[in-house]
């Protein structure tokens, strides 16, 4: 599929289905080697013209459970599209009492509960190995310029909202939420939230040479409250909505800025070019079909005559 001239995508979680205050262009469902995206993409136009691509990661009818996101295909066609930097948002369990109901984090660690049930990488399947770096697992620079940015939008909203910086998010399986003595051992490993859609997005974005970061909209405080219910699906429905409404407006206050700095590259810098080291040393025989789905997603190290020595 031939790029839309898109640098940002916005992937949205749970209770935001679709952004305001944009007109839609068109609407597009590229095929990658990983199937469909999870959605139809809606590429949007700021009041400048400027381009955004969205993406529900459930579905627009929330209808995919996160074990089932096609991760793969969601971030192989936003990167089709053109997209450089994902802007991610997802709704969040809260570790920590300071962290309420209905307040906002940047995480910069994840700690990963998955159960290698889900597709993680692009490489699976493959003839080719590549060890991607993820000791920093989301786009420094692009989270610290999110931190001024959002903070900025979350204040000129008005409803005191507090942002939570340098968090560490847990990524569990689900469906269902945690035990009261698995949200308590994840305090105890320094867990600040939990969520269950964060992992693989992260790393395929990483391979991907893609900029990566996660706003989370706190809507509970999971199970680790002894004197408290447990969470339920009914009680995270009810700050659902507030927490959806101040994220579209988070989103509408800073995409055209953050297109602006997507543009000027020093918050791309650190996945391009990432990759070319990860890739490890490929053989002369690769099969033509390996090299084809690689490079639709990396086709810097996959196109004619990159075979690596």
Not at 27 to 32: A, L, Q, Y
Not at 159 to 179: A, R, Y
Request: proline letters at 5%; one cysteine or more; aromatic letters at 6%.
């Amino acid at each position: 599929m031939a790029t839309r001239d898109v640098l940002i995508g916005v992937i949205g979680g749970t209770g935001l289905y679709h952004l305001d205050n944009l007109t839609l262009i068109e609407t597009v469902n590229p095929e990658t080697p990983w199937g469909s995206p999870s959605s139809p993409i809606a590429i949007c136009s700021l009041k400048s013209g400027t381009k955004v691509a969205f993406i529900a990661r459930h579905g627009r009818h929330h209808n995919i459970s996160p074990s089932v996101v096609p991760s793969r295909a969601n971030i192989a066609a936003l990167k089709s599209l053109g997209v450089r930097a994902i802007l991610a948002f997802s709704s969040v369990g809260s570790l920590r009492e300071e962290i309420v109901p209905g307040h906002f984090a940047i995480p910069t660690q994840i700690i990963d509960r998955t159960k290698g049930i889900r597709p993680a990488s692009f490489f699976e399947g493959t003839g080719v190995v590549a060890h991607a770096s993820f000791g920093e697992p989301f786009s420094i620079k692009l989270v610290r310029w999110l931190e001024v940015e959002v903070e900025k939008a979350l204040k000129a909203h008005g409803n005191n909202v507090v942002l939570h910086k340098d968090k560490c998010i847990i990524c569990m399986e689900g469906p269902q939420f945690s035990t009261r003595a698995e949200s308590m051992m994840y305090r105890g490993w320094g867990g600040d939230l939990i969520n269950m859609s964060v992992l693989p997005e992260a790393k395929l974005a990483r391979e991907a040479e893609v900029s990566y970061a996660l706003i989370a909209t706190a809507t509970d405080y999971d199970s680790w409250r002894p004197h408290s219910e447990v969470v339920t699906a009914t009680q995270v429905i009810q700050t659902l909505r507030a927490n959806a409404d101040t994220a579209k407006f988070v989103a509408a206050s800073i995409l055209e800025d953050l297109h602006i700095a997507a543009l000027q590259g020093d918050i791309l810098s650190e996945e391009r070019g990432s990759m070319k080291y990860s890739i490890m040393p490929r053989d002369a025989n690769e099969s033509e079909e390996d090299t084809k789905k690689l490079a639709f997603i990396l086709p810097e190290y996959f196109g004619p005559n990159e075979l690596a020595n």
